[in-house]
């Protein structure tokens, strides 16, 4: 009999991953944080950035003009891959999941192992109740990307659902080890309750056949 596995309110899967490459211009990393300054500095740079990395800009500060943009990138050939994954992140919130898929699929036709598209196939997947593909798409994503802690979390709670609770736990451990203490201890409920619903799944010793 399937165990009924009780997910805390912390246990809510995390959301979509936006690609935040950026400039290949910016050779100095430590120089990153200007894009994280006011506005008016922020678009002086504008002119000097690719398509891709000017849509990105926009994106992150929720400007609707970013989608036209993440197009014109695509037609330019520039980061095609990226930009498909980052515009299907746009049409999925605008609760177009026909045009978000064919977006999310298109970037992986150009980059096999495009990390985002994947984890995000994953949630989106998640979101149809399509446990199977999301949890070959988050298994991807992990192999692609080992050291990204919330593909981990939502897996586990694929694998739960699947009813793969040993798994689930190995997911959920390396999870928790990825990730700060105190976001570790936001798991410890769901690790708990999937701890006893394994031991409550195995066979007692002595039952009745």
Known sequence: MAQIIKFPAPASK??????KRRA??????NQLHLFSQPTAKILNFAAELGLFEQALLLDEREDGKAEELYLQAINEQDCVADAYCNLGIIQSKQGNTTKAFDSFT???????????AHYNLGNM?????????????????????PSFPNAYFN??????INNDLAAAVTALTTYQALVSIEKARHADELLENLRKSL???????????
């Open 14 to 19: 995390f959301g979509y991953k936006r690609v």
């Open 24 to 29: 290949k211009s910016a050779e100095n990393p």
């Open 106 to 116: 298109t970037s992986l036709k150009h980059n096999p192992r495009h990390f985002e």
């Open 125 to 145: 997947y998640f979101d149809l109740n399509d446990h199977r593909l999301a949890q070959l798409h988050y298994q991807i994503a992990n192999e692609i990307d």
């Open 155 to 160: 897996l586990a709670l694929v694998l739960a």
């Open 199 to 209: 031991l409550a799944s195995k066979p007692r010793s002595g039952s009745a056949g």
